[in-house]
């Protein structure tokens, strides 16, 4: 698991403590497998380009692009998640959008997008699956995290995207 970029540490918020403790309910032992990286990391909740001027240390997109393949080199794993710090057209610590800098790094070219199954959700899987067929992404798929309550998003979706799977998937017990 990559986190490039994450912000709201400093209230406790840990995307690599999330997923660490999730992957220990699904399978104690797992945890040992598991190796989880933040690259560039702020205390206050905040967007990381506030963040990273706030603290005048962004890297430049090249530094990150470069921080970004050195990382997913060093892996070495079949699978790979990388979260963006939003969605993919959130910006970056220099604030060029995050899709913009993910597209000049070779690794990630290949994408299973991870989508919205609560109210309002339609939209922004949409709006992101967009965004990167418009940039040279190959969307492989989506996976849809459902709400409880059973909104329909998996049902929309796959009438308006058939270029893959998609995976709906029931909402996480965390």
């Not at 690599?16 to 403790?21: E, I, K, N, P």
């Not at 794993?77 to 963006?84: F, I, R, Y």
């Not at 798929?141 to 329909?152: A, F, T």
Request: glycine content about 10%; some cysteine.
């Amino acid at each position: 698991f990559l986190k490039p970029l994450q912000t709201g540490t400093a209230r406790g918020d840990s995307d690599v403590g999330t997923v660490t403790a999730y992957c220990k309910t699904l399978d104690p032992g797992a945890s040992g497998q598991l190796t989880c990286k933040v690259l560039y990391n702020w205390p206050e909740p905040v967007s990381p380009h506030v963040a990273a001027a706030k603290a005048n240390d962004a890297p430049s997109d090249s530094d990150f692009c470069g921080s970004v393949t050195e990382a997913l080199d060093s892996l070495k794993s079949d699978l790979t998640l990388v979260e963006t710090a939003g969605g993919v057209l959130s910006p970056a610590a220099s604030g060029t959008s995050q899709a913009d800098l993910y597209k000049r790094v070779e690794a990630l070219r290949d994408v299973v997008l991870v989508g919205d199954g609560r109210l309002g959700g339609i939209s922004t899987t949409m709006t992101s699956l967009e965004s990167l067929e418009r940039r040279p992404f190959n969307i492989k798929g989506i996976v849809l995290i459902q709400s409880e309550d059973g909104v329909g998003n998996a049902d929309y979706l796959s009438s308006h995207w058939s270029a893959g799977p998609l995976l709906a998937l029931p909402s996480l017990p965390i």
